[in-house]
């Protein structure tokens, strides 16, 4: 047990980390299992097996506890799927339990490949365009506002406000003040929609519904429970699209092996999960005393999970800087871990997947046609543009 806590006063949060945080968090995951920012009040963890226990055990590292960074933010989000423990949350978790099973998945491939290759054919008669803008904050925003049942009006409030809402999980800085007009009007709007009458039938939002009546969970609930799929389920594939996009463009020679074999969407999806993680990451509150890769943790202290840092742990991957064709990490924790991991992984998984297949039978070449502009929100990795130029497939 190190007697000397180990310390960071680097910025976790400055625009030079959030550009390109693996060389500093590489630098502390040698340093120590757990690193205390004196910045910021927290132990940062970077290593693989550590975060892997820490997300396992919630009796020790809660979420009830509150997983964003500020007090402000965890009392506004207190009870919700993500800030709360068994049993309370397990209770949560099994309303869209069903739905996100693969059988409930299996009923909805055809309309989310439908949905790929309908946006898909209409960029590509495009030829030159965002990819962010076209494809990438389009695709799942509609995918996850038709299996909620949200009306078509207001949806351009969704990923301007699920993105500031990400933000608002960490420190209170320039990208977050700056997108607070965004995430107002997101959470005015998502208040009216734990309303049955705004809601279309059949969908998600109608079975959280049937949750409340039923008397599984509370009407303020309820509405939260909404807010969350949809904040989850936008921002974070919106982010893993846009870096596939960026990763075409940079390395040619893997959209030559998908349009090869377009087999292999399933692995390049999963190795892009673990090489970019779009969600930088989350907190636990230590319940008692606990040692972490040989560093007490006093009660009451505050610790991130930082997934990308796991997936780059070279203990874990060799190389992990490197995004390799072959690797296909199945056991990534961009999605989390435990009992908090991601509800909608498999869903993210088809909507990727089918967007990669559409693109393998639509797209001969895409090519870049412009600067990636990385955006800065601290708490996901995400990219602001990446335009491109795609030729039809002959
Ligand atoms: C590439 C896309 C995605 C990534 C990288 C991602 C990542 C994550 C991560 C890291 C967590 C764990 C949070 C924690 O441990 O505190 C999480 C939780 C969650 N995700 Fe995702 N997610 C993605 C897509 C989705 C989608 C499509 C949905 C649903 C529509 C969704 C719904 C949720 C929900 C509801 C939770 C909270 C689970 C809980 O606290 O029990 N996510 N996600």
Not at 193 to 221: F, H, N, S, Y
Not at 249 to 255: A, D, G, L, N, Q
Not at 325 to 339: K, M, T, W
Request: proline residues 7%; charged residues 20%; negative net charge.
């Amino acid at each position: 047990m190190s007697a000397v806590r180990p310390e960071t006063d680097v910025d976790l949060f400055g625009p030079e980390f959030v550009t390109d945080p693996f060389p500093q968090l590489a630098r502390l995951r040698q340093q120590a299992a757990a690193v205390y920012s004196t910045k910021w009040d927290f132990y940062v963890l970077t290593r693989y097996e550590e975060i892997k226990a820490v997300a396992a055990d919630w009796q020790t590292f809660s979420s009830g506890e509150g997983v964003a960074l500020t007090p402000e933010i965890n009392n506004v989000i207190a009870g919700t799927i993500l800030s709360t423990d068994p049993p309370d949350h397990t209770v949560l978790r099994e309303v869209l339990g069903d739905q996100l099973a693969p059988r409930g998945l299996g009923k909805i491939r055809a309309q989310i490949a439908e949905y790929a290759e309908r946006i898909v054919a209409e960029n590509v008669a495009r030829g030159e365009f965002d990819a962010v803008r076209e494809i990438s904050r389009v695709f799942p925003i509609n995918v996850v506002g038709d299996l909620v049942g949200l009306p078509l009006e207001g949806r351009e409030k969704l990923q301007p406000g699920a993105d500031a809402t990400f933000a608002g999980m960490g420190p209170f800085g320039d990208y977050l003040l700056s997108h607070l007009e965004e995430m107002g009007a997101y959470h005015e709007w998502l208040e009216g929609m734990g309303d049955r009458e705004k809601l279309v039938p059949g969908g998600w939002g109608e079975k959280i519904m049937d949750a409340v009546d039923a008397g599984k969970i509370t009407p303020l609930q309820g509405t939260r429970l909404i807010t969350a799929y949809l904040t989850a389920g936008m921002d974070t594939t919106v982010n893993a699209i846009s870096a596939l996009f960026r990763l075409f463009c940079e390395r040619p020679e893997i959209w030559a092996a998908l349009k090869a074999d377009p087999s292999l969407a399933a692995p390049i999806f999963e190795e892009t999960m673990r090489w970019h993680s779009p969600v930088v990451g989350f907190w636990r509150v230590a319940t008692r005393e606990a040692t972490i890769g040989g560093v007490t943790i006093p009660a009451g202290s505050k610790v991130m999970l930082n997934w990308g840092a796991a997936n780059h742990d070279p203990a874990k991957y060799d190389n992990p800087d490197d995004f390799q064709l072959d690797r296909n990490p199945l056991d990534h924790v961009a999605f989390g871990y435990g009992p908090h991991g991601c509800a909608g992984q498999g869903l993210a998984r088809m909507e990727v997947v089918t967007l990669l297949q559409a693109l393998a039978a639509q797209v001969d070449s895409i090519e870049p046609a412009g600067d990636v502009v990385v955006s800065m929100n601290p708490i996901v990795r995400g990219l602001k543009s990446v335009p491109i130029r795609v030729t039809a497939a002959s």
